[in-house]
């Protein structure tokens, strides 16, 4: 399987946002649905946004909803997800996650993972 990788995590003050995108190297980036969870230190693995194979289905962690938007450019090879009004509980490092037979909303449903990037949040 080809690796995704995350980028744009780093430092903001809480109120700011970040977009984090994952792009994923290969052909078989649109045979997949996409998500984004999150772990803090201490804490299991949780989910926080996903989505369906052309974009027309998002599903959110009530934690975030309203405040967080999943999109993916099937073109592009790219998923994103774009953060407002972040919260110092938003500080953890994202992972994006793959997932053939549908949008993954647990952690066991997930085929492949990324190697996630650090986000924190600062009051």
């Known amino acids: 399987q080809e690796q995704p990788v995350e980028s744009g995590g780093g430092l903001v003050q809480a109120g700011g946002s970040l977009r984090l995108a994952c792009t994923v190297p290969?052909?078989?980036?649109?045979?997949?649905?996409w998500g984004w969870f999150r772990q803090a230190p201490g804490k299991e693995r949780e989910f926080v946004a996903a989505?369906?194979?052309?974009?027309?289905?998002?599903y959110y962690a009530d934690s975030v909803k309203g405040r967080f938007t999943i999109s993916r450019d099937n073109a592009k090879n790219l998923v994103d997800l774009l953060m407002n009004s972040l919260k110092p509980e938003d500080t953890a490092i994202y992972y994006c996650?793959?997932?053939?037979?549908?949008?993954?909303?647990?952690?066991?449903?997930?085929?492949?993972w990324g190697q996630g990037t650090q986000v924190t949040v600062s009051s």
């Open positions: 996650a793959a997932r053939l037979l549908g949008p993954p909303v647990t952690r066991t449903e997930v085929d492949y």
């Open positions: 989505i369906n194979w052309d974009g027309g289905l998002t």
């Open positions: 290969g052909r078989t980036f649109s045979s997949y649905a």
